[in-house]
């Protein structure tokens, strides 16, 4: 049996999770949603990617492709890629976002993400929640909303509708 995703961790949680020492915080609200329930963009993945292939060949870049391939083993089979459905969704988002003067150009990436978990109906974990208000993505910031359970986190997850 298939379970579900329910959540879609951003760029800035799996850098989060890289780290020798994570925040607290962050590895709180992560044990309490079962690991099935998470997944992961394609589009994570590249902004890490392409952040370790600025660094010069080294002990750093090795060591944190290393700990990248860490974090993504056992989240493999949720890997979402991106998709002509996402596209389209994505588009409508960057037009409702230039509307409203506040153009996500600059945050593609952000764009992206927002797309694909509107489209799945997933909620963001992030801390960047203000690149994605008025996308139509729930977003839930470990680090401000301290003390979330998966329990409760779907109801505490912001709608960034307004």
Do not use: K
Not at 52 to 64: C, T, V
Request: hydrophobic share 40%.
């Amino acid at each position: 049996m298939t379970v579900a995703l329910s959540w879609l961790l951003d760029t800035e949680i799996v850098s989060e999770m890289m780290r020798r020492q994570p925040d607290e915080r962050v590895i709180r609200l992560l044990n309490t949603i079962p690991q099935q329930r998470v997944g992961l963009s394609s589009v994570t993945i590249w902004e890490i990617l392409n952040g370790i292939g600025q660094l010069e060949p080294g002990r750093q870049r090795n060591d944190l492709t290393e700990r990248l391939h860490s974090v993504l083993h056992g989240l493999e089979d949720r890997v979402l890629e991106w998709t002509v459905a996402d596209a389209r969704v994505c588009a409508d988002i960057m037009e409702a976002r230039r509307r409203l003067g506040r153009p996500l150009d600059a945050h593609l990436s952000d764009a992206l993400l927002a797309a694909t978990a509107v489209r799945r109906g997933l909620t963001i974990i992030t801390r960047n929640t203000r690149d994605f208000e008025n996308t139509g993505a729930r977003t839930v910031n470990p680090w401000e909303d301290a003390g979330t359970t998966f329990e409760d986190a779907s109801g505490l997850g912001r709608n960034a509708v307004d």
